[in-house]
């Protein structure tokens, strides 16, 4: 076999490059982590930014920050911010899957406001923006001439079947670049409202602690605001959140709840009926602090021991009581519990309330047609829970805390001060809430309080304090590191989180803990495990009741093993899957929870089975988990298998490797390497490796390119021409994966030429025409690939699957986007036979370890890289690790774990 040559050197992008780089590229996706993730906020512990998390997939085109006029010139650029929970720097974005939309970066410094999609931060990607590897760290791939940009592998740096292109060596490299120079600051002065308006990357813009000016107006002549003016133009809008995950692409103004009982209605509300049956559960043991009372009891020793913490000095005790010990499997039928209620759609808000709201936001110079969206999120006396705190206002996914400001200040007048307590505790939870949009559950105190402080908040010490008196928040004392000797002083963390995380993180250890010691004996399936594939997963659950299973896509073939294995044994078994499945014997999370897809449940509301297998762990956030594991009945086995490598979860929290890292279950490594030399390659990206493969078939090809015109042009031309020429493959089998929406090859442009290409058309209903390839999301987190049918007053008809699904026309432009490219938190557990990666020089920085494992590894047969990032692909491979989550699930876990140790047998 001939080694494939190495391509000729690549000229580096040009200092400074960043666009969908400093984040992923913008347009956030719903279905991408952190998609409904507002622009990143202010974070205390770094002076550089951080993109907040995307989710999945992506909503409708950028829209302008709240009051702008999308007419005017700069009106869809949002001013970046820090975020509460890390130190390092990210760029607005947002993700596929829910990666659920955020600010849109494109190459000319321009970012979407509220809707617009872009790759999410959380679960890597985008994230590490900050992390700039040296140059040359990582070292050239192996055999790549010196001085050559390293590919991963070639066939001579071409297209499969085509000449191969001039050599760019010499060249002068021609990146875009977004902003002035990263890692500046950005401060504005005490009293001036709004980051600094600009491009710079890391450039920390702390909102001023006296904003000026109402929100703008929807009247007419509303216009887009400079960012030192204050109001609305200083901070974009950002869509929201709802659910589990990332909402697809958040609400928009104009577009009123429906009362319709969708496909992601009846998932939303199975979920809320699970969290209302956690809920429940919880209030059994711990009895919640009211609202409004002063600090005692829980609260005032939790704040005592944060007092203590921050002194040095040793708190008296621990606040959150110990985890309940796990219980045994009963020896007699556990007690016939009620039947979970049918899921419910979410009724609107009557007229009424919505003219009341409307009125209220009129009166504070507030775009109306945010009255429903209020109406919706602030429930029963939305009106006059905004006539009496104007900060509630923040409660709309869409609204930003200058914004919320500049509201209160039309409605107050002198009295809304920065210091009000009214505002500080709005604050408190908004910036829990844009935390959990990048996927952690809770944050450390003092790094909540550095965030107020940047928020203009005089005591944020006292801030937070009231908060927690007013029960806005919880307090959680965390030991830290293995249990010390008594009499040692036991290190611990203070963290401060929502209460719906808490609850469900909670409620998902203590079913974790119960499922893992149902079972005291080993079952006999030794006959099942005798041979064939997947014999060490079978005994391992044979013996345990939760087992954790890893490995790459090969190591698929184990789980439906052991899903042949159980039906044998006579066993209810099903498969489980993040995304639709090749396989007719999966079906998926969503469609399992909200009963459309398999056993159904029985009459205790738990899934009428034994045996619960869940592909795509790393996928699952806390409150999808939360919600699947207490409907797994008692004395049923479940198994949690996926790639440790790939992309995070949508939304908060990273279940999966909470649960390996403590090492409350047994644990299978499946040692099933992935063939061939696409397997090779991205098992040496699992290790930080970007290593020359051979390829002989060409089953890898880097395609060099100069910059982001000519990225976009070969791709189309792989996609149409080379890969199905060479490889016998359809064009509607390629793939083009990108790290981000927005940008000069982004999905979108990459999408606006491929359907110029492929299925050119008008575009008549909303931008699409019959035979487009979209991406339809649902649901937060989910991207189901789909083909347009047609059009008319009903909505959008589209082919998913061979099963044809009606979109609603007001819910087109946030559910719908063009399919032929998509952002790899899309992509997550899909592959296509030939897949094509479009690495741009802009998108250098959103590259991360786990964003190119992922990305390639979405390919069967073929994969084509068309590089234009020069050393920034071995140095992110090499360097760039996906960004720390803060969670509480592997401590809850291990003190379950502990205490079920100590417990007599």
């Keep these: 076999m001939t080694r494939a040559a190495a391509p000729e050197p690549q000229a580096p992008a040009a200092a400074g490059d960043e666009g969908p780089a400093a984040q992923p590229p913008t347009g956030a996706d719903p279905s991408e982590p952190g998609a409904n993730a507002p622009q990143p906020t202010p974070d205390p512990a770094s002076a550089e930014t951080e993109a907040p998390a995307a989710a999945g997939d992506e909503g409708p085109a950028a829209q302008p920050p709240m009051g702008a006029d999308p007419s005017e010139p700069g009106a869809n650029a949002p001013q970046p911010t820090t975020d509460p929970a890390s130190a390092e720097t990210e760029a607005p974005a947002a993700g596929d899957h829910a990666d659920a939309a955020g600010p849109e970066a494109s190459a000319d410094g321009r970012a ?42 070639t066939t001579g740096g071409g297209e499969p079947g085509a000449e191969r292109p001039e050599s760019a060596a010499g060249d002068d490299a021609r990146a875009s670049t977004v902003g002035e120079a990263e890692g500046s600051s950005a401060q504005p002065a005490h009293g001036s409202e709004g980051p600094v308006a600009g491009g710079a990357e890391a450039a920390v813009a702390q909102p001023a602690d006296a904003a000026e000016g109402p929100v703008a107006g929807g009247g007419e002549g509303a216009g887009a605001q400079p960012a030192d003016a204050g109001g609305p133009g200083a901070e974009p809008m950002v869509s929201g959140r709802g659910g589990v995950g990332e909402s697809p692409a958040g609400p928009t103004p104009e577009a009123e709840p429906q009362p319709a009982l969708s496909e992601a209605a009846a998932e939303l509300a199975a979920q809320k009926v699970e969290r209302e049956r956690i809920a429940r559960r919880k209030a059994e043991r711990d009895a919640p602090v009211d609202a409004g009372a002063k600090l005692s009891g829980k609260a005032a020793d939790l704040l005592a021991a944060v007092r203590a913490v921050e002194s040095g000095e040793k708190p008296d005790r621990y606040f959150d009581e110990a985890p309940a010990a796990p219980r045994k499997a009963a020896p007699t039928p556990p007690p016939v519990r009620k039947p979970a209620p049918a ?23 507030a775009p109306e047609t945010l009255a429903a969206t209020a109406a919706a999120a602030l429930g029963d006396g939305a009106a006059e829970q905004l006539a009496e705190n104007p900060w509630r206002l923040l409660a709309v996914p869409a ?16 009295e809304a001060g920065p210091g009000d307590e009214r505002r500080t505790t709005a604050l408190v939870g908004w910036l829990l809430v844009q935390a959990g949009l990048k996927g952690h559950t809770a944050l450390e105190a003092p790094v909540l309080e550095k965030a107020l402080a940047q928020y203009g908040v005089p005591d944020p010490a006292e801030a937070l304090e009231h908060a927690i008196g007013e029960g806005t928040v919880l307090v959680f004392h965390e030991p830290l590191g293995a249990p010390v000797p008594e ?41 099942a495990a005798a041979q064939g594939p997947g014999a060490e997963l079978i005994r391992a659950v044979a013996a345990h009741g939760l087992v954790a299973h890893t490995g790459g896509e090969a190591a698929r073939a184990e789980p439906l093993a052991l899903l042949a294995a159980a039906r044998e044994l006579g066993l209810r078994a099903c498969l489980a899957a993040h995304a639709p499945s090749a396989s007719a014997e999966a079906v998926t999370v969503a469609g399992l929870l909200s009963g459309a897809e398999g056993p159904g449940r029985d009459a205790d509301g ?20 939360a919600a699947l594991v207490e409907s797994v009945p008692d004395g049923a086995r479940l198994v949690l298998s996926g790639d440790p490598g790939v992309l995070g979860s949508a939304g908060a929290g990273r279940v999966f490797a909470d649960l390996l890292a403590a090492r409350a279950c047994p644990q299978v490594v499946s040692r099933v390497p992935d063939p061939g030399p696409i397997g090779e390659l991205v098992s040496g990206i699992g290790i930080g490796e970007l290593n020359q493969v051979d390829a002989p078939g060409k089953e890898v090809v880097i395609v060099p390119v100069r910059d982001a015109g000519e990225a976009v042009h070969r791709a189309v031309q792989l996609v149409a021409e080379s890969v199905p020429r060479a490889f016998g493959i359809p064009a509607d089998s390629v793939q083009v994966i990108t790290p981000g929406h927005g940008g000069s090859a982004g999905t979108r442009a990459l999408n606006a030429a491929l359907k110029e290409r492929l299925n050119p058309g008008p575009g008549r209903f909303g931008g699409f025409d019959p035979g487009d390839r979209v991406v339809h999301v649902p649901s937060p987190g989910r991207a189901l690939p789909a083909r347009v049918v047609s059009a008319d007053a009903e909505g959008l008809h589209l082919d998913r699957a061979g099963a044809r699904v009606v979109v609603p026309k007001e819910l087109v432009e946030s559910q719908v986007r063009h ?57 992110a491979v090499a360097q760039v690790l996906p960004k720390p989550r803060t969670t509480r699930l592997a401590g809850l876990l291990s003190a379950l774990a502990a205490a079920a140790g100590e417990q007599p047998q």
């Excluded at 609107?348 to 009125?359: G, H, L």
């Excluded at 805390?401 to 007048?413: E, K, N």
């Design 606 to 625: 738990q899934f009428a089975l034994d045996l619960l297998i869940v592909l795509d762990a790393p996928q699952l956030d806390v409150e999808i988990a």
């Design 487 to 527: 009499g040692e002083e036991q290190p611990v963390q203070i963290l401060v989180g929502l209460e719906g995380s808490a609850m469900a993180e909670e409620s998902l250890a203590d079913g974790l803990a119960r499922i893992a010691n149902t079972f005291d004996s080993p079952a006999d399936w030794e006959k």
């Design 343 to 365: 899921p419910e759609p979410a009724a609107a808000p009557a007229a009424a309330a919505v003219d009341s709201v409307r009125a209220v936001l009129a009166r504070g110079g």
């Design 819 to 875: 399919g032929w490219a998509v952002t790899a938190h899309q992509a997550v557990g899909v592959r296509w036979p030939a897949v094509v990666v479009v690495l741009p020089g802009d998108a250098a920085q959103a590259l991360s370890r786990d964003w190119v494992y992922t990305a390639f590894g979405r390919a069967e047969r073929h994969l084509s890289v068309v590089h234009g990032v020069d050393q920034a692909l071995p140095q």
């Design 112 to 153: 979407g406001g509220p809707g617009a999609d872009a790759e999410a931060s959380t679960g890597g990607g985008a994230e590490e923006v900050g992390a700039q590897p040296a140059d040359g760290a990582g070292g050239p791939v192996h055999g790549a001439a010196e001085g050559s940009a390293p590919q991963p592998a």
């Design 399 to 414: 609204v930003r805390p200058t914004q919320a400001d500049g509201f209160a200040r039309a409605l107050l007048g002198p």
